[in-house]
């Protein structure tokens, strides 16, 4: 039973397009949600994450929304930029019997196409 | 940055023999996690520690086990590889009132 789901394993976008990755959950324990990126043969950098008392975070060029009652969250990235090109994982998380507890995504392979 | 170390990088090993992957972080972050990356599936928890000697089981954890002696150091262990394991393991850690993981660079094992 996946509880965090991105159902588009890859997208490709124009440069200086907007990018927009998406992410579902299912479990409403999830308090806080966070954006990862990863490049090959590198570990995933965290990118952006908003907790759920807001609907929306920006930083810089990229923006995540959350849609708590549709138990939904994006991430905006405007305008896109070749370097963006990487997989992107979007994760869950609870503080739970005093631990943070993490489910990830399967993750979105984004192109920018020059 | 949580100043995390992965050792080794690469590992090539055959099936049934032991294998220990090394955590190393800087950042004295309390919480350390130990997670595996296949096609398909993202990154799935396979043992946690929330202090020195405190761990527990994720998702994936038969046939893996942990031992958190000091602070910057969780070590992973496979007691008898097989080729199911063959994966891109990563070490995250979590500090104290944050809620970012940082990942490590990550050990690809195989297992023939």
């Known amino acids: 039973d996946q509880q965090v789901k991105q159902n588009s394993p890859s997208l490709s976008v124009q440069e200086g397009r907007i990018s927009i990755l998406n992410c579902d959950y299912t479990?409403?324990?999830?308090?806080?949600f966070l954006w990862y990126k990863k490049y090959p043969a590198e570990g995933p950098t965290f990118l952006i994450s908003?907790?759920?008392?807001?609907d929306k975070n920006e930083d810089g060029r990229f923006t995540v929304f959350l849609n708590k009652s549709a138990k939904h969250l994006s991430l905006h990235i405007v305008p896109s930029q070749p370097g963006d090109s990487a997989v992107y994982f979007c994760a869950a998380s609870a503080y739970i019997s005093g631990t943070y507890k993490y489910i990830f995504g399967t993750g979105t392979r984004l192109k920018v196409l020059a | 940055d949580a100043g995390i170390t992965q050792s080794p990088r690469h590992k090539v090993t055959e099936t049934g023999t032991p294998v220990t992957l090394r955590c190393h972080q800087t950042e004295n972050h309390r919480y350390m996690y130990w997670y595996r990356q296949d096609p398909g599936h993202g990154l799935r928890l396979i043992h946690y520690s929330y202090g020195v000697k405190d761990t527990d089981k994720g998702e994936v954890s038969d046939g893996y086990s942990v031992s958190r002696s000091k602070t910057e150091d969780f070590l992973l262990t496979l007691e008898s590889a097989t080729s199911s394991q063959t994966s891109v393991y990563f070490c995250a850690t979590v500090g104290q009132g944050y809620n970012e993981q940082f990942f490590g660079p990550g050990t690809r094992l195989t297992v023939l």
């Open positions: 908003i907790s759920s008392i807001k």
């Open positions: 479990n409403s324990m999830f308090d806080y």
